[in-house]
């Protein structure tokens, strides 16, 4: 119902300023979800998991207390240490989903040491995400961080063992 | 009452008193007045007037008057006798003399109305001046509502007899309705706006000081956020405890996968069950204090508490 309402409150928008409530939500006094969470939400990407113990899967899985989320974030890395492919699943608000389907986005296509540049700033900012929702973004780039952990650590593992 | 009131009260009896001679100080005609009045005038607040520390104490409300020199007929005694120095014609006024009689009497200066410290001023009841005690939420003289401390402690706000975690719910309970019952705002309709005002603030904060006191989870994170420790609603961070992490993801896509009824309800049950016995092991963890322990059972609670929520919302009706 709020994507239906939101599409043609864009449109209808042709506000210069970043950040500025579109003139719908302003005239009903009532803050809105930014289009790309409301988007990510009824149509999120890379929904499912991958084998856990694939040795080409590193799963990353992290919780925030304070609101009792959890999410897990799985990435396919090949020999170079590219990831082809993401999964996510995750338990929470609106915006902690979009949070981490936008990651699953971004992390496809790069290299470990890219995705770790990602930031939690990034993502809020392509969410528009308000200051109470910021912990979301936090906890996708930490479950990012976690994957990359736990591939790199069975990678150790393999190496060592093979040697 | 100032000494000076007692000897326009009192005149009669000040003269009787004094055996025609003039006062020596006020304060030791005080001390004689004093030793006239009985017992009816004591304060009623818990206030104790500051006495002094050294020598005979006097306590201005106090019938009784101590120290040896100050009986009436033993002051009497002691000033109309013959004045070593000068002989019986000498009416006494010397000053050193004077000086040791006010302090044999008095020890310290007695404490009438001084000025109040700043500190006294600010706990000063705005009605009628007498002290009130901290947390104190209506003046015991005039009934006048007091401004919200915000420095009180919830428990202390409850008048708890300790801030642990185990807390008996009926006696919270009680003394929420007790406090109510004296401040609730419906109560105050005759009284000025200020006080109207302070009786609302106490309201909501009693209101809520009782919602978080009386939900064990939100007890917890209170608890944890009294003693400083940076866990709980209060840690916006992230935990990656994988143990943990993986039940609460099986558990709620277990009840993500399934709309029966039935099978939801005995979800609901075992996770209630589930909540007590983390309930039982946080009042354990509290009362040893063992801090680690108290958070990761925090934490616990948090998500089991979520998960609840979870399954009430399925639930088509409860």
């Known amino acids: 119902m709020l994507a239906s309402l939101l599409p043609s409150a864009a449109s209808a928008l042709s506000s210069p300023a970043v950040g500025a409530l579109p003139l719908l939500a302003q005239q009903l006094g009532r803050r809105m979800y930014h289009k790309n969470v409301v988007e990510h939400y009824e149509r999120p990407r890379n929904v499912g998991s991958f084998d ?82 910021l912990h979301c973004s936090m906890l996708a780039e930490d479950a990012i961080k976690a ?15 093979a040697a | 009452m100032s000494a000076r009131r007692l000897a326009t009260l009192l005149p009669n009896a000040c003269s009787e008193l004094l055996g025609g001679g003039q006062p020596r100080t006020w304060s030791a005609l005080a001390h004689s007045a004093a030793a006239l009045l009985d017992d009816r005038c004591r304060p009623s607040t818990s206030y104790s007037p500051v006495e002094p520390a050294s ?36 009416s006494h006024n010397h000053p050193r003399q004077q000086q040791s ?61 300790d801030s642990s975690f185990d807390l008996d719910p009926q006696l919270l309970e009680k003394r929420y309705k007790q406090l ?44 944890l956020a009294l003693k400083g420790v940076n866990a709980g609603e209060a840690f916006e961070g992230t935990i990656d405890d994988p143990e943990l992490l993986m039940e609460v993801l099986e558990a709620r896509e277990e009840v993500e996968s399934t709309d029966d009824p039935v099978a939801l309800s005995q979800l609901l049950a075992r996770n209630r069950k589930q909540q007590e016995g983390l309930v039982a092991r946080l009042s354990a963890a509290f009362r040893s ?16 508490a979520k998960l609840e929520q979870e399954i009430v919302k399925k639930l088509p009706q409860l």
Not at chain 2, 289 to 304: E, K, P, R, W
Request: glycine content about 8%; overall charge positive; some cysteine.
């Open chain 1, 52 to 133: 856990k113990s694939d040795p080409d899967v590193g799963t990353g899985l992290v919780g925030a207390p304070a609101c009792g989320d959890v999410m897990k974030l799985q990435i396919k890395v090949d020999e170079q240490g590219n990831i082809v492919d993401a999964r996510f699943k995750t338990f929470g608000c609106g915006s902690a989903i979009a949070s981490s389907s936008v990651a699953t986005e971004w992390v496809k296509g790069k290299s470990l040491d890219e995705v770790l540049k990602i930031k939690n700033s990034d993502i809020a900012k392509h969410l528009s995400l308000p200051p109470v929702k």
């Open chain 1, 147 to 161: 994957a990359v952990k736990d591939i790199q650590a069975k990678r150790n593992k393999s190496a060592t063992a």
């Open chain 2, 55 to 90: 020598g005979p104490a006097v306590h201005r409300y106090a019938g009784t008057v101590q120290a040896a020199a100050t009986s009436v007929s033993q002051w009497r005694k002691a000033h109309t006798a013959a004045c070593p120095q000068h002989g019986p014609s000498c």
């Open chain 2, 101 to 161: 009689t006010a302090d044999a009497t008095t020890g310290t200066k007695p404490a009438p109305r001084r000025a109040l410290t700043l500190e006294e001023v600010e706990k000063a009841c705005r009605g009628c001046e007498k002290l009130v005690k901290r947390g104190g939420l209506v003046c015991n003289g005039c009934a006048t509502v007091q401004p919200p401390d915000e420095s009180l402690s919830y428990f202390e706000l409850f008048s708890l007899p």
């Open chain 2, 180 to 223: 109510q019952w004296n401040l609730h705002p419906d109560k105050m309709g005759h009284k000025p706006a200020q006080e109207r005002e302070f009786s609302a603030q106490h309201a909501s904060l009693i209101n809520l000081a009782y919602s978080i006191l009386k939900s064990p989870l939100s007890r917890a994170n209170y608890l």
């Open chain 2, 289 to 304: 204090g063992d801090m680690a322990a108290a958070v990761s059972l925090t934490h616990q609670l948090q998500y089991v």
